[in-house]
């Protein structure tokens, strides 16, 4: 199926509070979307199927140099079709684009598909979070410097 992306808008927050409860247990409510949506600073893809239907979505907030990943779902009837490596490449050319450095996230330390993906995409594990999510679980953080910003620091060629 073909997905289109783009910026989330004020319609969309009914469909991304459906599609929380889908993804999460330690989901936002629909007014953490709406406020996204308008807030300074942020980054914010959906992908949309065909008959407009939602498939996958990101939210990310810029600290500094650093874009930092606040959410980033699938909805479980299309996971494993590239759709979370495309928004998360997504990420990095946005900040490749500004200038950005890097790219940081949590993750559960029991979601190890993701870790899997994320590690795979070129993210480093920096350390834990303890009790980082509601029920008490600790969170991987996990950081990729983007091509450009590698290049400042290691001195490779692009």
Not at 75 to 80: D, M, N, Y
Not at 100 to 116: F, I, K, M, P
Not at 127 to 143: H, K
Request: charge should be negative; glycine fraction near 10%; include cysteine.
């Amino acid at each position: 199926m073909r997905f289109s992306e783009r910026e989330p808008r004020p319609g969309d927050v009914a469909d991304l509070e459906a599609a929380e409860k889908l993804c999460f247990g330690d989901r936002w409510p629909a007014r953490f979307f709406a406020a996204e949506l308008t807030a300074p600073g942020r980054f914010s893809r959906i992908l949309v199927g065909p008959a407009g239907e939602l498939g996958a979505y990101l939210f990310c907030v810029w600290q500094y140099l650093d874009l930092h990943v606040l959410k980033v779902a699938v909805l479980p009837q299309f996971r494993r079709q590239g759709l979370a490596r495309r928004l998360m490449s997504g990420a990095e050319n946005h900040v490749v684009e500004n200038g950005g450095e890097t790219v940081t996230l949590e993750v559960r330390c029991s979601n190890e598909g993701a870790q899997d993906l994320y590690l795979a995409m070129g993210y480093q594990e920096l350390g834990v979070r303890p009790g980082y999510y509601s029920d008490g679980e600790e969170a991987v953080i996990m950081t990729k410097y983007p091509h450009s910003a590698q290049s400042r620091y290691y001195g490779s060629r692009s």
